[in-house]
């Protein structure tokens, strides 16, 4: 039996991840002394802190990294649970529907770019399990892609929490004076890092048109070692142009 959010006509629910298990999407990417270190996986936010910094060694001991990415692994993981935390005890509304969910990954040798939909209101919905079967349907053998494809999910469906506590205190203010509140709120909501309305239209449909068939069909591509080499030199030379202008647009904040 399906275990279902309440509908906004209801008393909302308290902020959480629509999802059976409570995890939060956890993404590091650092740099430091000439060694990249990037990696994703999901995290339990009721766990004690201290398990941060236990990680952190871990990661760093058996990747052999040096001793300054103790301290910045563990930094960004404690501003990602705070951010998570910061919506804990907060309302969520969140309207009984079904929303599409993209892919567009590539682990390693393999590239993975497909879209479905998500019943947001079964809280016995499990992205983890959802990634095992997607791997098996699709032959794919990496067990590296399986936990990507998860916390692709994850990092979606907490936007859509995100923006469920931001409807809540949308419907708040209403009471009190909605329209003077709206362009606020509006103009917060643009700002969220994953515009799901642009990504996938403001409404979800269990029907596929016909037309839109192509749309829903998985594409899994196999890179050689020079597709991969040549796409990792871009990426590089990418996060290092960016790095550039970051630092740049830095220091003319500071001159301003």
């Known amino acids: 039996m399906k275990l279902h959010l309440p ?3 209801k008393m909302p629910i308290r902020f959480r991840m629509p999802t059976a298990e409570n995890l939060i999407p956890v993404r590091l990417d650092i740099e430091n002394e000439g060694q990249h270190y990037k990696d994703s996986f999901t995290w339990n936010p009721s766990d004690p802190d201290s398990e941060v910094i236990s990680f952190a060694k871990r990661t760093v001991k058996d990747l052999k990294l040096p001793p300054a990415f103790i301290s910045q ?9 705070a951010e998570f935390r910061s919506y804990e005890g907060q309302e969520m509304h969140l309207k009984e529907k079904i929303v599409p969910l993209k892919l567009d990954i590539r682990v390693n040798n393999t590239v993975i770019r497909d879209q479905f939909l998500w019943d947001i209101s079964n809280l016995e919905s499990d992205p983890e399990e959802f990634a095992i079967t997607l791997c098996k349907d699709l032959n794919v053998e990496d067990p590296e892609v399986g936990p990507t494809i998860a916390v692709c999910i994850r990092e979606q469906l907490f936007e859509i929490a995100i923006q469920g506590v931001a409807s809540a ?3 708040r ?3 009190k ?3 003077g509140a709206e362009s606020f709120l509006n103009s917060k909501m643009s700002n969220s890092s994953l515009d799901l309305a642009k ?3 403001s409404k979800g449909s269990v029907v596929r048109k016909r037309k839109d068939w192509y749309l829903y069909e998985p594409i899994v591509d196999i890179l050689s070692n020079e597709e ?3 796409l990792d030199a871009r990426e590089e030379r990418n996060a290092r142009l960016k ?4 630092e740049k647009e830095d220091n003319f904040q500071e001159r301003i």
Do not use: C, N, P, Y
Request: hydrophobic letters at 30%.
């Open 7 to 9: 509908s906004s006509s």
């Open 73 to 81: 692994i563990s930094q960004s993981i404690h501003s990602q649970l």
């Open 169 to 171: 205190r949308e419907s």
């Open 173 to 175: 203010v209403g009471k």
């Open 177 to 179: 004076g909605r329209r």
């Open 199 to 201: 990504l996938f239209g």
């Open 228 to 230: 991969v080499e040549a």
């Open 243 to 246: 790095k550039k202008l970051d």
